[in-house]
C-alpha cells in the first residue's frame, strides 16, 4: 500500500493526472475548442446545443443536449459523453 501511495504522490510531484483524468480532460478541452471556435469540425458538427421548449433561468448557459444511446458503448462515443462531462464540471 506505501508503494501506490509513493507513486501517486510522485505523479503529482511531476504534474501527471491517472489515465481517467487525463480522458476526462482531453474530452473537456476538445469540446471546449469545438463550441468556442467550431474547430475540428467534425466535432463541433456533433454537439448540439439545448434549446428548453420554455424560459428558464438556464436557458443563458451554453448547455449541450445529451443524445440517447441503447448501448453502454454508445455511451462512451464523443457525443454523448462530451454533453454529460461538460455539463458536470466546466460550463
Same mark, same amino acid.
Given at each position: 500500500?506505501? *508503494?501506490? #501511495?509513493?507513486?501517486? @504522490?510522485?505523479?503529482?510531484?511531476?504534474?501527471? $493526472?491517472?489515465?481517467?483524468?487525463?480522458?476526462?480532460?482531453?474530452?473537456?478541452?476538445?469540446?471546449?475548442?469545438?463550441?468556442?471556435?467550431?474547430?475540428?469540425? *467534425?466535432? #463541433?458538427?456533433?454537439? @448540439?446545443?439545448?434549446?428548453?421548449?420554455?424560459? $428558464?433561468?438556464?436557458?443563458?448557459?451554453?448547455?449541450?443536449?445529451v443524445p440517447r444511446t441503447n448501448l453502454r458503448f454508445g455511451s462512451r462515443s464523443f457525443c454523448a459523453s462530451a454533453p454529460t462531462l461538460s455539463?458536470?464540471?466546466?460550463?
Amino acid at each position: 500500500m506505501m *508503494y501506490i #501511495a509513493e507513486v501517486f @504522490c510522485s505523479l503529482i510531484e511531476m504534474h501527471w $493526472l491517472p489515465v481517467e483524468w487525463r480522458i476526462k480532460f482531453k474530452i473537456a478541452t476538445l469540446t471546449f475548442k469545438a463550441l468556442e471556435t467550431g474547430q475540428p469540425l *467534425y466535432l #463541433a458538427q456533433q454537439l @448540439c446545443a439545448y434549446a428548453p421548449t420554455r424560459a $428558464l433561468r438556464s436557458s443563458t448557459s451554453k448547455l449541450l443536449q445529451v443524445p440517447r444511446t441503447n448501448l453502454r458503448f454508445g455511451s462512451r462515443s464523443f457525443c454523448a459523453s462530451a454533453p454529460t462531462l461538460s455539463q458536470r464540471s466546466f460550463l
